[in-house]
């Protein structure tokens, strides 16, 4: 199979090609599409992206309504320096101002069993955990890494990515976690403490791919907001994207495809070009008439999960997090349902007292918790358990606004999670197959940083790089390093 650098691609755009230019639509304008979309333009094909909302961004949503400077990112919010596409493209492409993003800070809280901890005065003991001998004293952390130091051996050798992909796809996290005999107590402390309960039973290995990277030890953020990533291609690509066309049939032929769309007042046009790049999230295509895909490619199309999650923000009229407790980033974690309090650096504006605070950020069955619930119900319950931990809030609270991604209909949920024995063979190879005449480009399409934007860059060179030099019914693999 080809192997591209995916990195030097998207900095030096795509090689010369004997082919014509062709008539290229992009369904979606989150960063899968609008980076194939820019890729292609630049190589000289027509390029028109049709996007169902008004805006571009996709599951990048700032949400602007806090006064001055300061906003929310309901969506992603943080850049790890690993991911070398996001920050080609954040530092040298665009130039977007980056500051550091902390996800550690010892004094933040562990609120767990009732009671409250900073981190660092956090001992399994003084909450209840009574590890067994072989644990005990060890903090969370440790006997992680303890539990995963195997895997992490295997790595460093040669094609150990790969030949873990063919001994643990298999895997749960849970099953490892257990295979590699981590006790009860160590499992109900791990879980909260770093956030694994919502993981446990989902792929081992492309839990691991993240922990391995490291993806939460380094992290910036975009000065002015993420979405001004998104927004930074508009120059080129504007007067090629149509917002509002929400897309709900495709048909293909042998040479060409035409794609049916409707505006907010449901009038429906349609357009023929020599290709499609479908990026919206897979559950989506539920929603869509597609002619000409096989049952291989639907079952999977059917089957790749899509997980929950939401935000709730709120704004206060103090930031009584960094002048009473001296916290100024980082999270804590605790087992209420709000379960975790993010301290965003990202959105505050130093002119005012005033701040904003991520008081619940769950996914999984913890956000289906909230998703049942009205929106004033939501704040009132999280503001609720926010003022167990920092009474403060009670009477600096001002306002509160959620977003809970399985209830939008334009993303299905936060994005996809891997299940056992779909890392490898027929499953991951029907996601990224393209079929005739379209071609797939999503954050589900890349192993190792699915659900991340790196995912989506990737997915999106690969599928331009196919296209245009004439690949068929398949894709390049990836040796960036
Ligand atoms: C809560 C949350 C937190 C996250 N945190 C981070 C983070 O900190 N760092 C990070 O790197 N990643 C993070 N992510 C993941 C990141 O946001 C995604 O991986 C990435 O944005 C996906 O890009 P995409 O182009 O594949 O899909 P999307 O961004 O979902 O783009 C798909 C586009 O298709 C459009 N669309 C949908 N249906 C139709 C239709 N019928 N017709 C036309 N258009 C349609 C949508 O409106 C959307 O614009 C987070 C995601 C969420 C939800």
Redesign the pocket.
């Known amino acids: 199979m080809q192997a591209i650098n995916t990195l030097e691609i998207l900095k030096n755009g795509l090689p010369d090609s004997v082919l014509p230019p062709r008539h290229i639509i992009v ?7 609008l980076t194939s979309a820019l890729l292609l333009q630049e190589a000289g094909h027509k390029v028109t992206i ?4 008004n805006r ?5 949503f700032t949400y602007h309504g806090f006064p001055g400077k300061m906003y929310g990112e ?7 320096r690993q ?1 070398k596409l ?1 920050q080609h493209l954040i530092k040298e492409r665009f130039r977007l101002e980056t500051r550091p993003f902390p996800m550690y800070d010892e004094d933040t809280f562990i609120y767990l069993n009732g009671i409250a901890l900073r981190r660092s005065e956090f001992y399994p003991a003084k909450m209840n955990f009574n590890l067994p001998a072989h644990e005990a004293g060890k903090l969370p952390d440790e006997l992680l890494k303890e539990s995963m130091q195997p895997l992490l051996d295997q790595m460093v050798e040669p094609r150990g990515w790969e030949r873990l992909l063919a001994e643990y796809d298999e895997y749960l996290l849970i099953d490892y976690l257990r295979e590699s005999e981590m006790s009860d107590d160590a499992l109900a402390m791990i879980g909260p403490f770093l956030n694994l309960e919502g993981r446990f039973h989902f792929s081992l290995l492309e839990w691991f791919a993240h922990y391995y990277e490291d993806v939460f030890g380094d992290l910036v953020y975009i000065v002015d907001g993420a979405d001004s990533l998104p927004n930074a291609f508009a120059p080129e690509l504007m007067q090629a994207i149509r917002l509002g ?4 049939a495709i048909d293909q032929s042998a040479d060409s495809v035409s794609i049916h ?1 409707k505006d907010s007042t449901g009038y429906s046009q349609s357009i023929t070009a020599d290709e499609c790049i479908l ?3 897979f559950k ?1 295509l539920r ?2 008439e597609i002619e000409g895909l096989d049952p291989n490619k639907w079952y999977t199309i059917r089957n790749v999960y899509y997980g929950r ?1 939401h ?1 709730i923000f709120m704004q206060f009229s103090e930031r009584w997090w960094q002048t009473k407790y001296q916290i100024t980033n980082g999270l804590t974690v605790t087992d209420l349902a709000i379960r975790n309090i993010v301290y965003t650096p990202a959105g505050q504006d130093d002119r005012f007292q005033k701040g904003i605070l991520i008081v619940s950020y769950a996914w999984g069955q913890d956000s289906m918790a909230y998703s049942m619930l009205s929106e004033g119900q939501r704040i009132a319950q999280a503001l609720q358990d926010l003022i167990k931990i920092h009474p403060e809030a009670r009477d600096t609270f001002e306002f509160g606004i959620s977003h809970d ?1 399985a209830l939008d209909q ?2 299905g949920g ?2 996809p999670l891997f299940r056992p024995h779909e890392m490898s063979g027929r499953f991951f190879d029907n996601i990224v197959r393209p079929v005739n005449r379209i071609w797939f ?3 589900a399409c890349d192993r190792r940083h699915r ?6 860059l990737i ?1 999106g060179v690969k599928n331009a790089y196919a296209l245009h030099t004439g690949m068929r019914n398949e894709l390049p693999e990836d040796f960036t390093e």
């Open positions: 369904v979606g304008a989150g960063l899968a599409g049709l996007e169902a909302q571009l961004s996709g599951r990048v309901f969506g992603a919010m943080r850049f790890p991911h996001a066309a929400e897309v709900h769309f990026t919206v999230p989506l929603h869509m999650a935000k991604w334009y993303a936060i994005g480009a999503n954050d659900r991340w934007i790196e995912a989506a997915a």
